[in-house]
């Protein structure tokens, strides 16, 4: 008795369905809730009746629960139509809504993509014009780093110079007194009547030092001197102007760079001798230093550091004239009084890149 509400139901809303098919998409939304609003209303009817024909006296709990199986079929039948019913309202309608929002996210990306397309461009561009620029600036600077070199600027070293570069010539003249100073000090202990003159040897070993840079000096001088007399070039002034001044000045550089690069390959046999000379000059009563191996290969090296020393531009030179001892260019010798600021006697003189300028190698001094 329960199935047959069902049954109808189902029959009549088959044939509603099919006579309230829309023409279009647009008819979907109003003839789909009238259909559901007529099914609900029969759905209600059909269990009115039923509980209308159904006898008090033969309620009983099969009575019972055949009804309630029934109305929960009839409920759930109800709550199926709504649920496909609001399904096929809501395809269509999200469909369109999904659509619509891809399509702006698209167009929202592609103009994001369009600007940073531009603005890659504005830097590619500026870049190529940065580098542009950098590869300019190198090129100035590789000239005037070669000007400066082949002057002999002491701002730029020509790494090709090797051991001959002014930092390499700063360190071999620390080692000068370090080493070459102290194997001519053990040389002259061979010596006799030389062995417990310690003055006399600190300052024979000063004055090769000394006599090295001041032969060096003086052979420099007469070179220059001579290829202006065999070129007859005026000397070079600061304030020359002319063409000549010009060309004779060029020269000048020209052969300062070139005595620079030959440093090594220098001939300072002649040196050397002037020297030695003086020295046995000085020292007649010690026939022997003529013969002392260590002391010749002292004075040869003086030489060569002297030498290399001088003709770098600017020119470096030695002092030992102060008498006051300074901390920026003085070192104590070990058995010197702390507390003494008087020198006594100078044992190593000093380096200055330049006469009178900065001290590049300190002078040890007993004070």
Not at 230 to 254: N, Q, Y
Request: charged share 25%.
């Amino acid at each position: 008795m329960a199935q047959k509400p069902v049954s109808a139901l189902s029959q009549h809303s088959a044939s509603k369905d099919v006579k309230s098919t829309p023409a279009n998409t647009a008819d979907i939304v109003p003839s789909s809730a009238k259909v559901i609003s007529n099914h609900c209303s029969e759905i209600k009817e059909s269990q009115k009746k039923e509980s209308d024909s159904i006898d008090p006296c033969c309620t009983g709990s099969m009575g019972t629960s055949q009804y309630a199986s029934s109305q929960s079929l009839s409920s759930q039948a109800l709550q199926n139509e709504q649920n496909s019913g609001q399904s096929s309202l809501s395809e269509p309608v999200l469909g369109q809504l999904t659509t619509s929002s891809d399509s702006k996210v698209i167009e929202d990306l592609q103009k994001e993509v369009d600007r940073l397309k531009k603005k890659l461009s504005v830097s590619q561009e500026m870049l190529g014009k940065m580098q542009e620029r950098e590869k300019q600036l190198r090129n100035r600077l590789s000239e005037q780093a070669q000007r400066q070199l082949q002057k002999g600027s002491s701002k730029f070293e020509d790494l090709n110079l090797g051991e001959s570069r002014p930092t390499q010539l700063i360190k071999r003249y620390g080692n000068l007194y370090t080493e070459s100073r102290l194997d001519a000090m053990d040389a002259l202990d061979d010596i006799p009547n030389m062995a417990d003159c310690e003055d006399l040897k600190v300052k024979l070993l000063l004055s090769v030092v000394v006599l090295a840079f001041r032969s060096a000096e003086k052979t420099l001088g007469e070179t220059k001197s001579k290829i202006r007399e065999l070129l007859h070039i005026p000397r070079v002034t600061e304030t020359g102007t002319s063409s000549f001044c010009l060309a004779a000045k060029d020269l000048e550089e020209a052969v300062a760079y070139y005595l620079r690069k030959t440093v090594d390959k220098h001939d300072s046999s002649k040196l050397c001798k002037e020297v030695c000379e003086r020295v046995w000059t000085t020292l007649y009563d010690y026939p022997l230093l003529k013969e002392c191996r260590g002391l010749l290969c002292y004075i040869e090296d003086c030489v060569k550091i002297a030498w290399a020393m001088t003709v770098q531009n600017p020119p470096f030179v030695i002092d030992y004239e102060s008498r006051t001892y300074d901390p920026e260019v003085h070192s104590r010798f070990h058995t010197s009084d702390a507390s003494s600021p008087v020198i006594k006697s100078v044992l190593w003189p000093m380096l200055l890149e330049v006469e009178g300028g900065a001290c590049v190698s300190k002078g040890v001094v007993l004070t």
